[in-house]
Each structure stands twice: as structure tokens, then as C-alpha cells.
């Protein structure tokens, strides 16, 4: 039985619109990091675009999550303001891993004008609205998939430098395997990483070598909207953290306080794994121990939201070794991008950790070369980072003009 549907698009004429007045035309701000603004005012000038959300009769909020097939779900929400408050509207699309950046921003336009419409039928722009329907044609048959969802990715990279008295080069190589759908999550992810610097001095040479090799295998299951559970298996080997290899294995449980459909924009995320830590040393470590392994907990709390006055995200970790619960990490993290009133914003972020956990350091200590140029790591019961920045912008509200002359 065929089933009929209803495509609606529409097409705006204005040729003749660039001789009238803007007095009921669209105020429109486009909280979009993703977006080539030059693109949207180049090819959608019958939009006001202004610098602020407070200006706009609609402040567009986009967000993207990655796809399956390594290409990008994105998520309009539209909020109406001033004369269109109470009307908010969404709208959702995926752009393809292979589209060229003109096809993406051609993509990313047209779907605003899109989820528009609502709004732009009530202004004195719905003369220049034509809309048409269109019959679907009856269902195809559903396309088959050689692959059954595996998508593959394989990457390596190299850096060279040299100068006088220093010298550096660099290797990355990365392979993922994953499969994805609404019901399960599996992905293989395998990184080696080689770095080496040569410095000389009047001295001598100094010479910094650092090796890294992470793999790990992740099974994900969905149960519903908002529960989840899976298990990982790890192995890692790392100059730096005096490991000559490490294997964890997890079992982990996740709530979802949002349903997983709204994760683009918001979500509040418990989780708590369970697993099993072994690790060989390439030193003796400071407990005299070449070798050990023991049962260990991780409990993470992360909140992220994407909100009309900004965004904001966190997360609080708990880590600890069940054999000896006085050996732990805590780490806390925050972010807020805050649009505090018209034109000012400002920009906190803190990264505050507590660590009791470093049982991996040799017994051997530290050289001065290997402290300075951060070979291995060093003993320490905190680590600190934050940051604090604002803009603020004043003067025409409005935002359409591009002129790219001089690269500008």
C-alpha cells in the first residue's frame, strides 16, 4: 500500500525586495559554531541578522553529534522573541561524512530556511512564499548494506622540524572499527604515538624520546531512552607512566536523566563502572612492586546544556581501587560560555583534580633532564587549571554586510 506524504518546500523571490524596506523583515541571531556566516548573508539576504540574541525575533540555536558513519546529526531549535514569543519550533537533519564544505553550507541554508517558514509567514515576507506539494513516490525497497553498519577509519601522520640546535619528529597512526544503531554501540580503537626531541647545548646533546600504545574494544547496549550498560577492555603502554603494559577490563551502567533523543542539546549523565586493573612496570615503582593488580570503581557524574543564554558543562569523577580505598582520584571540571546581557559574554572554565592514586611511579625518581622535558611523570597530590575571558561588542545591531576583500 503506498503511503503518501506531504514534502513541502518553498521558494523566495527577491529580485524586487532589495528596493524596499526592511521594516518587518526577519530579525534573525545564529548561535551556530559550525555555521560559514559570509555563506547564510551572501545567500539568504532577505534575513536581518544582528549581533545579539537580545536584537533577534528569533535566536537560532545549532548543535551537532557525530553519526554512525563518521558524518553529523544537527539540531536547529528555534526561539521566538519579542513579537513571535511563545512560538519555538526544531528541526533535525544529518549532513554526509563526504559532502565538500560548499555542499555543507549550501545544506546547512537551506534547512534554515526550512524551519523559517513559521516564522516568516507572518511577517510581510509571506508575499514572496510559494509553497507546492508533491506526491512521494511509492516506497523503494530498503537498500542493502554490504557492510551491516561497520564503518572503518585508518589514519597515520608525520612531523619533521630542525633547526640549528634542535631537532623533533613525530609520529601518530590511528584505527577505528566501530558499528552503530539505535540499539547497540561497538567500536575498536587501536593509537600508537612516537615523539623524539634532540636539543644541544653547550653542554652536549639532550635527546627526549616518548612512546604511547592504546587499544580498546567498547560494547555499548541500549535499554531505553534514558538506561544504558556496557563493558570495555583496555591495554596501554606508555614510556611516561612508567607502564610496560596495562590491561583493565569494565563493566559499566550509564543513566540518562534527558532522553538520549535530546542529547545534541542537553544531558545529564550518571555512571559507575566496575573492573579489573593489571599493570607491569618498566621500573620498580615506589611501592616496590614491578607488577600488581587490583579491582577498581569509577563513578562519573557530566551535565552538558546548550541553552538561550549560553552554554554550560561539567564533570565530577570519582576514581578509586577497591583493595585500598585511601588510594583515589577526584577530578572535577567545569565550563560556562555566558551571554550575561546584550553584547557582553563571558567565558569561565576550571579543571581541579585531587590525586592519591599514583602508584605507578618508579622508585628510581626523576632525572633533571627527564623533569624538564616532561619524559615521566612526576609525584604530585593536585593539579589546577582555569581560565576566565569576555568580549564585548557594541555600536549597529545589524549584521548582513560581507566584504572580503584583502582576505577579511
Known sequence: MKKLAYFLFFALSFITLSAQEKTDALRLYVDCSFCSFDYLRQHLPYLEYVRGRQLADVHLIASQWPTAARG?????????????????DSLRFVLPLNASENEQNEQ???????????????????????????????????TSDPWKNWVFTLSASGRYRQEAA???SNLRSNVTIRKVTPDIRLQAYN????????????????????????SSIVAIRS????????????????????????????????????????SS????????????????????????????????????????????????SSHVEMATFLNDPSRYELSLWAGLNLNLFQGLTLDLSCDLSFIRNQVGLPQSGLTKEE???QQR????????????????????????????????
Do not use: C
Open 371 to 373: 623533569v624538564l622535558l
Open 166 to 168: 634542535f631537532r623533533s
Open 191 to 214: 593509537y600508537l604515538g612516537w615523539d623524539e626531541n634532540l636539543f644541544k647545548t653547550e653542554d652536549g646533546q639532550v635527546r627526549s624520546i616518548s612512546r604511547e600504545l592504546y
Open 72 to 88: 553529523k546529526e544537527v539540531r536547529y531549535e528555534l526561539i521566538g522573541q519579542g513579537r513571535f514569543a511563545g512560538l519555538n
Open 108 to 142: 546547512l541554508a537551506s534547512e534554515m530556511e526550512n524551519a523559517l517558514i513559521p516564522f516568516l509567514a507572518q511577517t510581510s515576507l509571506r508575499q514572496y512564499l510559494n509553497f507546492a506539494y508533491r506526491q512521494e513516490k511509492e516506497a523503494s525497497a530498503a
Open 265 to 312: 542539546r542537553r544531558q545529564l549523565r550518571f555512571s559507575s563502572e566496575l573492573g579489573y586493573d593489571y599493570r607491569h612496570y618498566n621500573d620498580t615503582t615506589i611501592y616496590n612492586k614491578i607488577r600488581e593488580g587490583f579491582m577498581a570503581f569509577d563513578l562519573q557524574l557530566a551535565l552538558e546544556l546548550k541553552e538561550k543564554w549560553g552554554e554550560a
Open 223 to 262: 535499554i531505553n531512552n534514558h538506561w544504558s550498560y556496557g563493558g570495555e577492555v583496555e591495554f596501554r603502554s606508555s614510556l611516561f607512566d612508567n607502564l610496560r603494559f596495562q590491561n583493565r577490563y569494565w563493566a559499566a551502567l550509564e543513566y540518562n536523566l534527558f532522553p538520549y533523543s535530546e
Open 377 to 408: 611523570r612526576q609525584a604530585t597530590n593536585f593539579r589546577l587549571a582555569s581560565s576566565l575571558g569576555f568580549s564585548y561588542t557594541f555600536g549597529s545591531i545589524y549584521n548582513d554586510v560581507v566584504n572580503p576583500r584583502f582576505g577579511y
